[in-house]
């Protein structure tokens, strides 16, 4: 079945240590995204891809990097993870078309942990 | 930009009755409203979706409706049964700085109680 698929699903990384999680999907979209999710919370938007086009968002911070290096695969690097960083990340796709969105899809999420 | 508000934040019922709940959008533009369920570890699932140019949709014991003049939208789950309990996030997406990022509301607890 199509799908995004992120690993791993669960991240213990030490305070400092440089960490990467990683989304694949092969429902060839045109967009992928990265959120944040902390508990009982919504998710929040770090940044996204569209194609080669990378979009931050204002608010977030310059530890977070992603990197998109072909349409299948989108990797989000922390450089120096931080007690508060540890939530959920959670990868998506959708297929943009104009002002339309479709088939708007996450992974289970890669839970991260610092110590 | 856009802001999505969502209400209420918790909500209980009774095993067979119906529950409803409620977002509003703040960008005239936005045209696809979905809704998720995100069990506990789990990402969210999408459960229904609807677009600008409908009023309301139906997928069995889900529907949404949707009031653009007032920027509202509704989910509504009858029949509820004890599975149904989770987390619903709404979301609303292409607005006038169209990306295809959804803007999360801040999510609904639901408890279905046998």
């Known amino acids: 079945d199509a799908m995004v698929i992120q690993n791993p699903r669960y991240q213990v990384t030490q305070f400092g240590k440089p960490v990467t999680l990683s989304c694949s999907q092969t429902?060839?979209?045109?967009?992928m995204y990265w959120y944040q999710q902390k508990s009982s919370q919504a998710p929040k938007l770090l940044f996204h891809?569209?194609?080669?086009?990378?979009?931050n968002e204002a608010d977030t911070p310059d530890n977070f990097q992603s990197r998109r290096p072909n349409t299948s695969f989108c990797f989000l690097d922390i450089r120096s993870p931080g007690l508060g960083d540890a939530a959920m990340y959670l990868c998506?796709?959708?297929?943009?078309?104009?002002?339309?969105?479709?088939?708007?899809?996450f992974g289970s999420g890669t839970r991260l942990t610092v110590v | 930009g856009e802001n999505v508000e969502q209400h209420p934040s918790t909500l209980s019922v009774q095993e067979g009755d119906s529950a409803v709940i409620k977002c509003t959008y703040s960008?005239?533009?936005?045209?696809?409203f979905p809704w998720y369920k995100q069990e506990l570890g789990k990402g969210p699932q999408l459960i229904i979706d609807i677009r600008s140019n409908v009023g309301e949709k139906k997928d069995q014991r889900i529907a949404v409706t949707l009031n653009k003049t007032a920027k509202h939208f509704s989910l509504h789950i009858t029949e509820t049964q004890p599975e149904d309990s989770a987390v619903y996030f709404c979301a609303a997406s292409g607005g006038s700085s169209n990306t295809g990022k959804l803007i999360f509301g801040q999510g609904t607890t639901l408890q279905v109680k046998p």
């Open positions: 891809y569209y194609d080669k086009d990378f979009n």
């Open positions: 960008d005239s533009a936005s045209n696809y």
């Open positions: 998506a796709t959708s297929l943009l078309s104009g002002r339309t969105t479709y088939g708007y899809t």
């Open positions: 429902l060839n979209h045109n967009v």
